[in-house]
Each structure stands twice: as C-alpha cells, then as structure tokens.
C-alpha cells in the first residue's frame, strides 16, 4: 500500500521543474561510481558490472568512460561531458555519440560522495550509483524515496548486477575455516 502512495507522490511532483543538490565539487565527484540501479534502457540490455568513470580534462570538459560486462565480455562507451550551470555543477550535458546528447542531473549526493543519483529533467531515464560495487538498505531506499520525491516513477527502477558484490556476499571471513555459524 505505501508503493502506491509513494508512487502517486510521484506522479504528482512529476510536473515540477527537477530539482538538482545545491553544488557539487567535480574534484570529489570525479573517479569511479558502480550503478547500483537504473531506469532499463535499450543501451544497457544485458550488462552486468555497470561502472561510470569521469575524469576532468585540460579544457574543463569532463571525460566519461562507461563500462559493462556483457555477454562475457567488457563492453566500454566514451563520452565527454560539459557543465550546463556553473554555479551549481550539478547540471551536465553528455554525449557518447554525435550529434546525440543527454541531460544528467546529480539530484543526490552524499556529503561524502559516496552515493549519487543521477536524473534527467524529462524523468525517463535515473541512476543510483555508489562507490562501491554494494549499497546498504537502508542507503538504497532512502534514495528511492528522494526519486520519488523529484517526481521518477520507481516502479520502473531495477538493480543493476554487480559481481564484486555477489562475491564479497559468499565470501567466508578468514578463521572460519569455511563454515559459518548462523546467529538466531
């Protein structure tokens, strides 16, 4: 019942203008983020280990280089970003190929940079990335009421694979010579 509530909140903030956080250091926003979930898009069908990484160059521009795994293999789209509002930094324009690019709101930032979500005003396309391959619960649905707030139906948000995590989940703690005891 409280999905439904959530997602009429969304519903209704979804005409608003999005709102973005108030500023973002790029030197801190810069380096390696894991999606931990997105809206499903056509260019990400079948990737596993989804990483972003961004790099500041001589010109200001920012340098994106987005990763994946799929089919077995590593699958890599560059891209160049430019800040849209310089007094915020929160608003950028990336384009993997020309003349095509995207708007890519940072709506969420952690005080530490460890967390983002990311946005496009238009609310078709969201990103929660960490900068660890693994994001607490509690983190997770924090950030997916602070969507819904902005107006993205998350109903439509999926959890991105990431295989670091699934590995560090089963891996059995040094001294326990492989077993594990289970606390009731």
């Known amino acids: 019942m409280a999905g439904l509530g959530i997602a009429a909140f969304a519903l209704a903030t979804r005409n608003k203008p999005l709102k973005t956080v108030g500023h973002v250091e790029l030197e801190k926003y810069l380096g390696k983020w894991y999606e931990i979930a997105k809206f499903p898009q056509s260019f990400e069908n079948g990737c596993t280990d989804v990483t972003a990484e961004y790099s500041l160059r001589d010109d200001g521009k920012i340098s994106v280089v987005n990763s994946c795994t799929k089919d077995g293999q ?30 890519y709101w940072i709506i969420a930032l952690a005080p530490d940079y460890s967390y983002a979500v990311v946005g496009h005003p ?39 694979i990431q295989s670091e995590s699934i590995d560090n989940a089963f891996s059995v703690p040094n001294g326990h010579n492989g077993r594990l005891k289970a606390e009731i």
């Open 122 to 160: 238009n609310r078709k396309y969201l990103w929660i990335l960490n900068r660890k391959p693994v994001m607490d619960t509690m983190t997770y649905n924090h950030l997916v009421l602070v969507a819904a707030s902005r107006g993205f139906d998350i109903r439509k948000l999926e959890k991105t």
């Open 74 to 103: 590593t699958k890599t789209a560059e891209g160049l970003a430019s800040i849209d509002d310089k007094e915020s930094n929160a608003k950028l324009d990336v384009q993997f190929q020309w003349p095509f690019s995207g708007k």
